[in-house]
């Protein structure tokens, strides 16, 4: 590709697409398939990439690489195969068989579909969508100190899902704008700006619980009791305790898959 825009620090695959396609002033699916992303055969609209955004298989990772002239590393950081480890257990990963993305609901603590966004990030980098907003234990901005959106005022669908109830594909038809929701809405692109959603403050002790969280994510030390532990013992702690905070607390809805 003659033009390409650069993954910014810790930017979602699907961000920095998304960002090429505004740029080019092309759908998101016709970018998927310039860098040559493997892709499942299908009949329906749109063009469908495989373990998009979760694991680059061989051939997503050649074909970046080759078309962009990006850092093989660099490419790998946008997908969620970064926390493998920590936040994440992709053990049971066959970038040769799709169906084994199922682990990850199994064993995971992740968005699978769509994504949770901070407003003021969003206006400060002009549409990057933060890797880690992903992750199911991210749920507050640590930067502005807010708590992060999930779900569209508008269309009442998550962001970044497209569709209510169904994980799909990039569109070959119609342009994103990275800084728009653009869920498809009463036969309609939602046209909520996400820049503009109202954000809920939170208490200074919360966002350095959420920084602490996210430097063990990131692969940093991690502490139970004083010992020293992995990164995966730690979140597996931290997810049983939630669970365990969800049971005392009725009413409360898990939203993290």
């Given at each position: 590709?003659?033009?390409?825009?650069?993954?910014?620090?810790?930017?979602?695959?699907?961000?920095?697409?998304?960002?090429?396609?505004?740029?080019?002033?092309?759908?998101?699916?016709?970018?998927?398939?310039?860098?040559?992303?493997?892709?499942?055969?299908?009949?329906?609209?749109?063009?469908?990439?495989?373990?998009?955004?979760?694991?680059?298989?061989?051939?997503?990772?050649?074909?970046?690489?080759?078309?962009?002239?990006?850092?093989?590393?660099?490419?790998?950081?946008?997908?969620?195969?970064?926390?493998?480890?920590?936040?994440?257990?992709?053990?049971?990963?066959?970038?040769?068989?799709?169906?084994?993305?199922?682990?990850?609901?199994?064993?995971?603590?992740?968005?699978?579909?769509?994504?949770?966004?901070?407003?003021?990030?969003?206006?400060?980098?002009?549409?990057?969508?933060?890797?880690?907003?992903?992750?199911?234990?991210?749920?507050?901005?640590?930067?502005?100190?807010?708590?992060?959106?999930?779900?569209?005022?508008?269309?009442?669908?998550?962001?970044?899902?497209?569709?209510?109830g169904r994980i799909c594909g990039l569109s070959t038809r119609y342009r994103t704008d990275?800084?728009?929701?653009?869920?498809?809405?009463?036969?309609?692109?939602?046209?909520?700006?996400?820049?503009?959603?109202?954000?809920?403050?939170?208490?200074?002790?919360?966002?350095?619980?959420?920084?602490?969280?996210?430097?063990?994510?990131?692969?940093?030390?991690?502490?139970?009791?004083?010992?020293?532990?992995?990164?995966?013992?730690?979140?597996?702690?931290?997810?049983?305790?939630?669970?365990?905070?969800?049971?005392?607390?009725?009413?409360?809805?898990?939203?993290?898959?």
């Amino acid at each position: 590709m003659a033009l390409v825009v650069m993954p910014e620090a810790g930017e979602a695959l699907a961000s920095w697409v998304d960002r090429l396609a505004a740029d080019h002033m092309v759908p998101p699916g016709a970018i998927g398939r310039l860098l040559g992303l493997q892709a499942r055969t299908s009949r329906k609209v749109g063009f469908h990439p495989v373990f998009y955004g979760l694991v680059p298989t061989p051939t997503t990772l050649a074909h970046i690489v080759q078309a962009t002239g990006i850092n093989p590393d660099r490419i790998k950081a946008m997908h969620l195969s970064r926390y493998s480890g920590t936040a994440l257990d992709l053990g049971g990963i066959d970038t040769a068989d799709e169906r084994t993305v199922n682990v990850i609901a199994r064993h995971g603590w992740v968005v699978l579909s769509g994504s949770r966004a901070c407003p003021p990030c969003l206006a400060e980098s002009g549409g990057v969508w933060q890797l880690a907003w992903r992750l199911g234990a991210v749920a507050v901005c640590p930067v502005h100190r807010v708590r992060l959106v999930e779900v569209c005022p508008q269309c009442g669908i998550r962001l970044r899902q497209r569709e209510r109830g169904r994980i799909c594909g990039l569109s070959t038809r119609y342009r994103t704008d990275p800084v728009l929701c653009g869920n498809s809405h009463a036969g309609t692109r939602c046209p909520q700006d996400i820049r503009d959603l109202p954000v809920e403050p939170v208490a200074p002790a919360l966002a350095a619980w959420q920084s602490r969280i996210l430097h063990v994510a990131e692969g940093g030390a991690a502490h139970i009791g004083g010992e020293a532990v992995g990164g995966w013992e730690w979140f597996t702690a931290l997810s049983s305790l939630a669970a365990v905070i969800r049971f005392a607390a009725p009413g409360t809805v898990n939203r993290s898959v």
